[in-house]
């Protein structure tokens, strides 16, 4: 790998400010400042440092965001904030997020840019369970529940999948293994009912990080990623 891409790759800079960072001395590899832009190192041997700092190769990226209410769960879009602009300070290129919440919806995030990751984790083949914690405007009788996990009717083509509705102190948990429009409100809907407030808390087994406060993010550890590899089939 070309130690421009290496660096690039890392967010240290675009190509061109590399090169300057190269030529100013501030790029070393193995100790020794390297002098070329061009020149091949290999990431897994190689010990590469910026400013003193020594750069670990991440290809991919992966991170947990608490999404705010008033976000939107996209890369562009007109005047409102996007969770991608909440993540922009990380400089990482081409970050998406595993599927959408709406934008008065709270919660539980993924964002990468591991385009086979996200795109296994919001197959519906998968069937990767998404707990959300629902308030709803009327209580949710027992027979409600009976019939949202059974699978109701929202007006498509064929009934919801079987899904897993427990209440518990603080409102309606229901997990659901499809990503239809506005999935959890049509359901609700469909048993008279309309919600007030949705938050997503699980992805699979990844649970939202109770430290994190609306709007903050971090990296995933190393044994959530391996939770959401093993319920993707990576």
């Not at 990380?90 to 959408?100: D, M, T």
């Not at 995030?109 to 591991?114: A, E, K, N, P, S």
């Not at 102190?169 to 997990?175: C, R, S, V």
């Amino acid at each position: 790998m070309r130690i421009d891409k290496f660096l690039a790759d890392n967010s240290i800079g675009t190509r061109k400010e590399i090169k300057a960072f190269i030529k100013a001395g501030r790029v070393l590899a193995n100790g020794e400042p390297a002098n070329d832009p061009g020149m091949h190192i290999d990431p897994a041997k190689d010990e590469i440092s910026f400013d003193g700092r020594t750069i670990e190769y991440e290809k991919f990226h992966y991170y947990m965001l608490n999404k705010p209410a008033g976000t939107v769960s996209s890369t562009k879009e007109g005047s409102s904030v996007t969770v991608t602009e909440l993540l922009s300070d990380e400089g990482v290129k081409n970050l998406s997020p595993v599927g959408r919440l709406d934008k008065d919806t709270e919660g539980l995030l993924l964002l990468t840019d591991d385009g086979e990751l996200l795109h296994d984790l919001i197959s519906p083949k998968k069937h990767v369970g998404k707990e959300y914690l629902v308030i709803t405007e009327k209580p949710v009788s027992a027979d409600d529940m009976k019939k949202l996990e059974a699978g109701v009717d929202i007006g498509d083509d064929k009934l919801t999948l079987p899904a897993k509705a427990e209440m518990k102190d603080d409102g309606l948990h229901l997990t659901i293994t499809e990503g239809r429009f506005h999935q959890v409100k049509r359901m609700l809907e469909a048993v008279d009912n309309r919600v007030t407030y949705l938050k997503r808390l699980k992805m699979g087994e990844l649970a939202l990080d109770p430290s994190l406060k609306e709007g903050e993010y971090r990296k995933l550890t190393i044994a959530e990623l391996a939770l959401i590899k093993a319920k993707s089939g990576q």
